[in-house]
């Protein structure tokens, strides 16, 4: 699976838009950008998956580059709650296998 | 229940016991996963079962870990010889068909070796 970079830590006021930035430079054809985050004591919470296109749920926005390199995950609007570690992890294809976590991006919500 | 359960959720051992946490996956969950957290690092895989297929236990730390999966559900991960560098909290994770990738995890099982 391609490796990802993210910034180790960010900050956001509350109510504002949270834009997490996320590097897969190697990516290639058939692998998906998938985001996760893990609040502090909790397991990892699934956010978003995407191929090529934009997606947006109830959570968040995955803007994904035309090239495919970078993808930036969006919360609208950031909440204390929004508090966490953020996982960008890109894997081969829908098919079943493991997942491989790096450090993510800490985000610090401010009121 | 609706999401993924653990047991125990603490566990305190002394160092040479063996211990076993359980996992059960959401029903009908056809992919089991086992990863460690330890305190203040990042999640680390350790095994992954699907279907009937042999497991993925390439992130087994050592011999002292193994695991098995009963009647394609039910999961316990077993740590012989507890050390001290065994402590960290042992999640779970299961997913399905629908979105194989989105794993749903459960809230962990913390080991504590003394």
């Known amino acids: 699976d391609a490796k990802t970079t993210q910034p180790p830590s960010m900050d956001c006021a509350e109510g504002r838009a949270a834009n997490l930035p996320c590097n897969h430079s190697?990516?290639?054809?058939?692998?998906?950008v998938y985001w996760y985050r893990q609040i502090h004591s909790q397991g990892p919470q699934y956010i978003i998956h995407g191929l090529k296109n934009n997606e947006t749920n109830e959570m968040a926005s995955l803007i994904i580059t035309e090239d495919r390199k970078s993808s930036t995950l969006i919360l609208p609007h950031a909440t204390l709650r929004d508090t966490a570690v953020y996982y960008c992890i890109v894997r081969a294809g829908t098919s079943y296998g493991k997942l491989t976590f790096g450090q993510g991006t800490i985000l610090t919500v401010h009121p | 229940g609706a999401g993924v359960s653990q047991s125990p959720s603490n566990k305190v051992t002394e160092k040479g016991k063996d211990v076993e946490l359980r996992c059960d996956p959401i029903?009908?969950?056809?992919?089991l996963y086992w990863y460690r957290q330890s305190l203040g690092q990042g999640l680390e895989f350790l095994i992954y079962f699907q279907g009937n297929s042999a497991p993925d236990k390439s992130g087994l730390p050592s011999d002292r870990f193994s695991a098995e999966r009963t009647g394609g559900s039910v999961s316990t991960l077993t740590i012989q010889r507890t050390q001290q560098e065994d402590s960290a909290v042992y999640l779970c994770a299961s997913s399905g068909a629908s979105v194989p990738g989105e794993l749903f995890f459960g809230e962990g099982s913390r080991l504590t070796v003394l």
């Open positions: 029903s009908g969950h056809t992919a």
């Open positions: 190697t990516i290639s054809g058939n692998e998906y």
